[in-house]
């Protein structure tokens, strides 16, 4: 499966701390039904044969919905589950040895802050950026701020598919407007809410409603 623009619309990156006696499965279930259109399976803190089982039970999951699924940063469980892809950090392989691990046709994200590590992630064969933190977050600790024009300049220097991650929700999603991100990646806006297939409703639409002014400018 190749990374098409579209598919980044909303991502939804899978926390466990709101599980609250709930699986995730389920709750990743609630965020598909609500249109998310993109999953990435992020576990910092499980075992690995654990973590591979959850990745293969979602990587299913995700198929029979036809959304795109990855892992955060293990490029083996990636494999052992066939992942359509993964998500890897400034920290992680570089993108040219994931790709060689992965083989052509998988997906690769890379996080980035500025147009440096843009443009060196595109060389490398990256297939999508994530741009943050936009705004300020409690889900990674170790986030830094990349302001607005950052963003704008990142969306300008690059041909490959942009999205912001980083405290982004309902209430804030349109402040991205003309930055040129094609999608939003969001943790708490979706996995901490009450009803996540709601929330991922709600802010499916705000995203689509900022992404059309986005294109407008």
């Known amino acids: 499966m190749k990374c098409n623009k579209e598919d980044l619309l909303l991502y939804a990156v899978t926390d466990r701390s709101w599980l609250d006696g709930?699986?995730?499965?389920?709750?990743?279930?609630?965020?598909?039904?609500?249109?998310?259109?993109?999953?990435?399976?992020?576990?910092?803190?499980?075992e690995e044969e654990q973590f591979f089982r959850e990745a293969k039970e979602l990587r299913k999951l995700c198929r029979r919905y036809r959304v795109p699924f990855v892992v955060n940063d293990h490029v083996e469980i990636a494999v052992r589950a066939d992942a359509d892809g993964i998500h890897?950090?400034?920290?992680?392989?570089?993108?040219?040895?994931?790709?060689?691990?992965?083989?052509?046709?998988?997906?690769?994200?890379?996080?980035?802050?500025?147009?440096?590590?843009?443009?060196?992630?595109?060389?490398?064969?990256?297939?999508?950026?994530?741009?943050?933190?936009?705004?300020?977050?409690?889900?990674?600790?170790?986030?830094?701020?990349?302001?607005?024009?950052?963003?704008?300049?990142?969306?300008?220097?690059?041909?490959?598919?942009?999205?912001?991650?980083?405290?982004?929700g309902e209430e804030n999603v349109m402040e991205l407007a003309g930055s040129g991100i094609c999608g939003v990646a969001v943790i708490s806006a979706i996995f901490a809410q009450p009803d996540l297939k709601t929330a991922a409703m709600k802010l499916r639409t705000r995203t689509e409603k900022m992404i059309h002014q986005t294109s407008e400018n």
Do not use: W
């Open 88 to 168: 890897v950090g400034q920290s992680d392989m570089e993108a040219g040895d994931v790709r060689k691990r992965l083989g052509p046709d998988k997906i690769i994200g890379v996080s980035v802050q500025n147009v440096e590590q843009a443009l060196l992630a595109q060389k490398r064969g990256a297939d999508y950026l994530g741009v943050g933190a936009v705004f300020h977050t409690d889900s990674k600790a170790d986030a830094s701020a990349v302001s607005l024009e950052t963003l704008r300049a990142v969306c300008e220097a690059v041909e490959i598919p942009v999205i912001a991650i980083g405290g982004i």
């Open 22 to 46: 709930d699986t995730l499965y389920h709750q990743v279930e609630q965020a598909l039904e609500g249109g998310v259109t993109f999953v990435q399976l992020r576990e910092k803190e499980l």
